[in-house]
């Protein structure tokens, strides 16, 4: 049993579309972090938010924590080929080294 | 700076047989992760490190699995022996520890070692 879910756990769509991946849990992080990985490589990091209710944004990704401090959202704006990959949503409850992965979300975006 | 490298990158054994798999972490990164991933899954820790000291080695299958950090430095993961459902890839990362100045709680991974289990 993941103690983070995505959703959707699969998501194609056409270059230029707008998405959104959600992470949820019902326990509470201090912080989150989404990480993107491509076929044979490790994830890498995108964002870590830490107060709840935060937003941050870089370039056409916008990252949300929610209030609660329990789940996270990740809108990708004008999608291109170049976001294909798997996102992965990574929890981390006591201190910044101890973290829990999401089930991850696979986003391919056709040209 | 190099990043974090693991070897190898691919290895196909038959089932019951030993493998081992290496880890080399950044150069003065403290805290070392052994994560396992199946296709298209979330990584599920295996192993923490801090340092030499293995401080989470809960999920480890321990009847099979072994893991060792002898210098604090690079890292070993085992199987013996393996079975069918090891089949996954196998991702090495660390970053810095507790008290190694102001820690973002990013994790650097390797490329992975798959393994095929026939």
């Known amino acids: 049993t993941q103690l983070l879910e995505q959703s959707p756990q699969f998501l194609s769509i056409q270059e230029g579309e707008n998405l959104t991946v959600y992470c949820n849990s019902s326990?509470?992080?201090?912080?989150l972090q989404w990480y993107r990985q491509e076929p044979g490589e490790g994830p890498v990091l995108l964002v870590t938010?830490?107060?709840?209710?935060e937003v941050k944004k870089l370039k056409r990704l916008t990252f949300q924590f929610g209030d609660a401090r329990k789940d996270s959202s990740l809108h990708i704006t004008a999608a291109q080929p170049g976001d294909t990959g798997l996102y992965l949503c990574?929890?981390?409850?006591?201190?910044?080294?101890?973290?829990?992965f999401g089930s991850g979300t696979k986003l391919n975006v056709k040209p | 700076e190099a990043g974090v490298v693991q070897s190898p990158r691919y290895k196909i054994i038959e089932k019951k047989q030993p493998v081992a798999f290496w880890c080399n972490p950044i150069?003065?990164?403290?805290?070392l992760y052994w994560y396992l991933q199946n296709l298209g899954q979330g990584p599920e820790l295996l192993i923490r490190?801090?340092?030499?000291?293995?401080?989470?080695d809960s999920q480890l299958p321990k009847d099979r699995f072994s893991a060792e950090r002898l210098k604090g430095v690079d890292s070993t993961l085992k199987i013996q022996p393996a079975e069918l459902g090891d089949s996954a890839v196998y991702l090495c990362?660390?970053?810095?520890?507790?008290?190694?100045?102001?820690?973002?709680?990013?994790?650097?991974f390797g490329e992975g070692s798959r393994l095929t289990v026939l």
């Open positions: 990574a929890g981390n409850q006591d201190n910044f080294n101890k973290f829990y």
């Open positions: 938010v830490v107060t709840g209710g």
């Open positions: 490190y801090e340092n030499e000291e293995a401080v989470d």
């Open positions: 990362a660390s970053s810095l520890g507790p008290g190694q100045g102001i820690n973002t709680g990013e994790l650097f």
């Open positions: 150069s003065g990164h403290n805290t």
């Open positions: 326990s509470v992080f201090s912080s």
